[in-house]
C-alpha cells in the first residue's frame, strides 16, 4: 500500500457527492489505501466508500475496523460481513480491532483467522494498542501474522515515538498514523512552529500540510491516511507522496513539534 493512503474519520456525510469526488479523485491520484470503520457514521461512511469505488475495486487496498463490543468470535464474522454489504465487496485487504476491548484477544483473532481462510480478509491487525496489549496480541499469534497498529500521530502527537513506533519495527509491523492534520490542531502559520513548515515548504514549492504528511511517512514502517475535504485537498495530499525531506528539516521539524514526555500507564492518545 502507498505510504499515503486516505482516511474517512469525520467524513463529511452532508455533502455525499463531493466526498465522493474526493475518494475518487485520490483513487486517481495513486492513493489506492482507503481506510474506513463500521464506527464511522454508524455505517453510513462504509456505504459511502462503497459507491465511491464502485467499479474500481481492484484499484483499492480497503481497510475497514470492527468496534470492540462487536469483536466476539461470532460477532466478529458477522460484523465483517455487514462491512462487505456495505462496502458492495466480498473482501477487505485488511481488517481491524478497532480498539481493545471486552472480548478476549482469542476470540477476535480466531474470528480474523477464520475470516482469512475463506477469502473474507487478507490481512488483519489493531488499532490503539501500546506495548503491553501489542505484546499480548504476538503472544496469541505469533510475530509475523499481525499487519499492523493504526495509531494516532500527527506533529503535535508523537507519543508513538517512545515505545510503540520502536517495537513495532523492531516486530515488522507497520505503524498506520491516523488524523495527521491534528482534526482542528494543525499549526497556524502565526505560531513559531508553523514558520518551520511555512519555511521548510516554500524550499520544496510546497504547502505546510504536504510537508507534515512528508514527515510522518519519513520512515520506511511509516504509513499515514489523511482525510480530504475536496477533491483539490486529494490532489494536495497525494502530491505530498514525492515530497522528500532532508535529515536538516526533519531535525527542523523535531525540534519544532517536540514529544511530549512518555506516558504513564497504559494506554494511548485517542481521536
Known sequence: MPAIGQGTWNLELDDRPRAIAALRAGLDAGMSHIDTAELYGSGAVEELVG??????????????????????????????????RRLRTDYLDLYLLHWPGPHPLEATFAAFLSL?????????????????????????????????????YHLRERAIEHEVLPWCEGHGLAIVGASPFGAGRFPSRASRSGQVLETIAAAHGATPHQVALAFLTRRPSLFTVPKAASPAHALENATAAGLRLAEPEIAMLEAAFPPAPAREGPGLPML
Open 116 to 152: 482469512q481462510r475463506v477469502g473474507k480478509i487478507r490481512w488483519f491487525g489493531v488499532s490503539n494498542f501500546d506495548v503491553p496489549q501489542l505484546e499480548e496480541a504476538i503472544a496469541i499469534v505469533g510475530d509475523d501474522v499481525i499487519a499492523c497498529d493504526q495509531v494516532l
Open 51 to 84: 459507491e465511491a469505488i464502485a467499479g474500481r475495486r481492484g484499484e483499492v487496498f480497503l481497510v475497514s475496523k470492527v468496534l470492540p463490543a462487536n469483536a466476539s468470535a461470532v460477532g466478529t464474522v458477522l460484523a465483517c460481513e455487514r462491512s462487505l
